[in-house]
């Protein structure tokens, strides 16, 4: 079992920045993938990037490409995602999640935080 919390949302006005975290506890932290997904009001979640069990390998969707970074610190059993040059339509929930069948990147997640709401004002 794995338990993920995320932090670090709020208001922002546009073209400024924002850390998000995802804390997890319960199974090893180490060896799987874990990513960031969003969804805005009246859309499906969508993608916005992963990262592999030790933090060599991200890939990140084309609409934040360039403007977010995935990192994770694996001694704090710590996801983050640093948001520069934040535009109105990233306003969403932002969710971590684990795949703890995969150490490369999230394909299908077991496991899912519960979200933290990023507003973006323009």
């Known amino acids: 079992q794995v338990r ?3 932090s670090g949302g709020g208001l922002v ?3 400024g920045s924002m850390r998000l975290s995802c804390t ?4 090893t932290f180490t060896p799987y993938a874990m990513a960031w997904f969003r969804q805005a009001p009246g859309t499906e979640r969508e993608f916005v990037a992963t990262i592999n069990w030790n933090g060599s390998m991200t890939l990140y969707s084309d609409s934040v490409k360039g403007r977010f970074t995935i990192s994770r610190d694996n001694a704090k059993n710590t996801l983050y995602l640093q948001m520069d040059s934040l535009k109105p339509e990233d306003t969403a929930v932002y969710f971590c999640a684990a795949d703890v069948h995969r150490s490369t990147r999230v394909a299908d997640p077991d496991y899912w935080g519960q979200g933290t709401q990023v507003t ?3």
């Open 13 to 15: 006005q546009a073209g």
């Open 4 to 6: 993920l919390v995320e």
């Open 120 to 122: 973006v004002s323009s």
């Open 24 to 27: 997890t506890s319960g199974r």
